[in-house]
């Protein structure tokens, strides 16, 4: 079989907003840490469980040069026809009230387009991007493509040295983050809330890492 051809037959059939996202991954140009775009994103949730949960609302903002740019921000309520109302208390989330939704493909379009090429951050990134692409996985879609970056890891490795084997069996919450690095935790467990705290957090953690100021994005995915 000629795989190369079977690809591209494959490709051919995703719709043209991923294709555009595609493009953008694969045109990123090498650029240095102050010219980054970072996206600190975050999603409030049904649950936990990745096959039966789903996303109630995505958050994100945007960080350039160290710099948090509040009018590039991202913020969608997602309608879904499952709910559990043991987490209302946390994330405030009714499945019926007066916030706009969109279904999720109108939100899973309009993140793709937002985040674009720009790497990715979150706090325990790992459980977000994993109920993303369960959003495009069911759409017929492949996973999002963008590098991504965990505050949690970053923070231990910006801890000096004598501590480095302590820590790394030390699990740290956003909040345990917040009150070590003296941030405030005002809207917490909105999405919104979490994904500009978290950026808050993150840029505490980038200038203890890059107190040399030679840091490199090289420097920081071998962290």
Request: hydrophobic letters at 40%; charged letters at 25%.
């Amino acid at each position: 079989m000629n795989f190369s051809w079977f690809n591209k037959k494959e490709q051919n059939k995703l719709p043209d907003y991923f294709l555009e996202y595609e493009e953008s991954i694969s045109n990123t140009p090498k650029l240095s840490i102050s010219e980054t775009r970072f996206v600190v994103f975050d999603t409030e949730t049904t649950g936990f469980n990745r096959m039966k949960d789903r996303v109630l609302s995505i958050g994100a903002v945007s960080l350039i040069n160290n710099t948090l740019n509040v009018n590039d921000s991202f913020e969608v309520y997602l309608k879904q026809e499952f709910f559990n109302p043991e987490t209302v208390h946390i994330h405030g989330l009714l499945k019926e009230g007066r916030i706009t939704k969109i279904t999720e493909l109108e939100a899973l379009k309009s993140f793709l387009k937002y985040i674009g090429n720009a790497i990715l951050v979150g706090h325990h990134i790992n459980f977000d991007m994993m109920m993303m692409n369960q959003i495009l996985e069911r759409n017929h879609l492949p996973n999002i493509q963008n590098k991504t970056l965990d505050t949690e890891h970053l923070y231990r490795k910006s801890k000096h040295a004598v501590y480095q084997n302590t820590l790394q069996k030390e699990r740290f919450t956003l909040d345990t983050l917040c009150d070590e690095l003296n941030v405030s935790k005002s809207d917490r467990h909105t999405a919104t809330g979490d994904a500009f705290i978290t950026a808050i957090v993150f840029l505490k953690i980038m200038a203890r890492l890059n107190k040399n100021d030679n840091l490199t994005l090289k420097d920081l995915f071998s962290i």
